[in-house]
């Protein structure tokens, strides 16, 4: 049986569909957006720590996307931090599981101000596919207060960032300007 299997594996090949190409324009120009959206605001790239409150990591996969080739924040200054006391924006994926709901609270408390909170996918909205589940409390603003919110299950790179870029965009004061007398 075993064989039979792996031969017919071999001989057809993988039974998955290609990924769909992403276009790198608009990684490209949402990152540029979000960069200078950052610069503007916190006259700094952006710090992000993603917190995983219960989910099932298709989020998680997503959000590994951002750091990749194709939409490298890396490059722009945008960063991934390890601990929330140097992140300005926490995105938090899965439902509020009763084992996380202390270490979510801890993290959103070591963030500094100003910070925001995005609810990344479905589950982190309202519970998702998780919804009415004992082990969960619900969604992301049963536990801490949310700024936005990313659709999807799970939710595309681009959606990620399209979301950053308007939640900073809008907190962004507009410039200053210089009266002449």
């Keep these: 049986m075993a064989w039979r299997t792996m031969w017919r594996a071999l001989r057809d090949g993988p039974a998955t ?10 990684a490209e120009s949402l990152a540029a957006r979000l ?9 700094r ?18 959000i590994h996307m951002l750091g990749s080739i194709v939409y490298d924040l890396e490059r722009l200054g945008l960063r991934f ?3 929330p006391r140097h992140a300005d924006v926490l995105l938090v994926t899965g439902p ?21 909170v995005v609810a990344v996918g479905d589950c982190a909205i309202d519970g998702g596919v998780f919804k009415g589940s004992t082990a969960i409390i619900g969604g992301i ?14 939710p595309t790179p681009a959606a990620i960032l399209e979301v950053l870029c308007t939640l900073i965009e809008a907190n962004t004061p507009p410039p200053e300007r210089v009266r002449r007398i």
Aim: hydrophobic letters at 45%.
């Design 45 to 62: 790239g952006l710090a992000i720590r993603q917190v995983d409150s219960g989910s099932c990591n298709g989020c998680e996969l997503e």
């Design 81 to 83: 931090v390890a601990s």
């Design 35 to 43: 960069h200078a959206a950052a610069q503007r605001r916190l006259g």
């Design 96 to 116: 509020v599981t009763r084992n996380m709901h202390d270490a979510l609270l801890r993290s959103w408390a070591a963030t500094p101000d100003p910070k925001f």
């Design 141 to 154: 603003d049963a536990a801490v207060p949310v700024d936005a919110f990313v659709r999807g299950c799970p």
């Design 17 to 26: 569909e290609p990924a769909p190409a992403a276009d790198p324009l608009l």
